[in-house]
C-alpha cells in the first residue's frame, strides 16, 4: 500500500512540473516557482522594479519578471538583434529555440494554438500562443511584408509565459 501512495504522489509531483513552462537563458533555468530572490541569484540585480516587477537590460536582451502568490506570474524576454542562440523555452515536452526556431517550427512542434497580431507605428510582430493548464506561453516573431504566411517562417525574436489568459487576434488552429 505505501509503494502505491508514494508512486502517485511522485507521479503528481512530476506531472505538475512538466506542465510548467521552464526557459533556458545563459545556462540559467527559469520556472514559474522561481521567486523575485532566486531571479536576483540567476540573473543579477534587475535595472528597474520591486516586490511585483523586475526589469533587467542585459547584453541583446530585455527581460521583465512580474511575481505572484507563489512565485512568478509572468515572465519573458526578448531578443534585440535577432540571431541564433541557445535561449529556449520548453512545454509540454517540447523546446522552442530563440533565433533557430520559427513560429511555423513552433507550431509544428507545440501543435494547437492560436495567433495574435500586432501592427502598430513603433512595433509589428505575429504571435503563436499555447494555452496550457495552469501556463500559457507566447512566441513572437517579426511581422514581415503584411504577410502572416511570410511571419511564420520567421525566426521566433520573443518568449514568455503568463498564468492568466492571453488575447488573441488571428484565430486559432484547432481541428
Not at 41 to 58: I, R
Not at 134 to 144: G, M, P, R
Not at 157 to 169: L, P, R, V
Request: hydrophobic share 30%.
Amino acid at each position: 500500500m505505501k509503494k502505491i501512495v508514494i508512486t502517485a504522489v511522485l507521479f503528481t509531483s512530476t506531472f505538475a512540473v512538466a506542465s510548467e513552462p521552464i526557459i533556458t537563458y545563459a545556462g540559467k533555468q527559469i520556472t514559474p516557482r522561481d521567486t523575485r530572490a532566486t531571479l536576483i541569484a540567476k540573473l543579477g540585480k534587475p535595472e528597474s522594479g520591486d516586490a511585483s516587477y523586475s526589469y533587467w537590460s542585459k547584453p541583446n536582451y530585455s527581460i521583465s519578471a512580474s511575481y505572484g502568490k507563489t512565485g512568478l506570474s509572468k515572465f519573458g524576454l526578448s531578443q534585440m538583434n535577432n540571431k541564433p542562440s541557445t535561449t529556449s523555452i520548453k512545454f509540454q515536452g517540447k523546446t522552442i529555440t530563440i533565433g533557430k526556431d520559427t513560429l511555423k517550427t513552433a507550431e509544428n512542434k507545440l501543435g494547437n494554438g492560436c495567433f495574435d497580431l500586432l501592427d502598430t507605428q513603433y512595433n509589428q510582430s505575429y504571435s503563436f500562443i499555447v494555452y496550457g493548464d495552469s501556463f500559457n506561453i507566447k512566441l513572437d516573431s517579426e511581422y514581415v511584408k503584411k504577410s502572416k504566411v511570410a511571419s511564420m517562417n520567421r525566426p521566433v525574436f520573443a518568449i514568455s509565459w503568463d498564468d492568466t489568459y492571453i488575447d488573441t487576434s488571428h484565430g486559432c488552429n484547432y481541428g
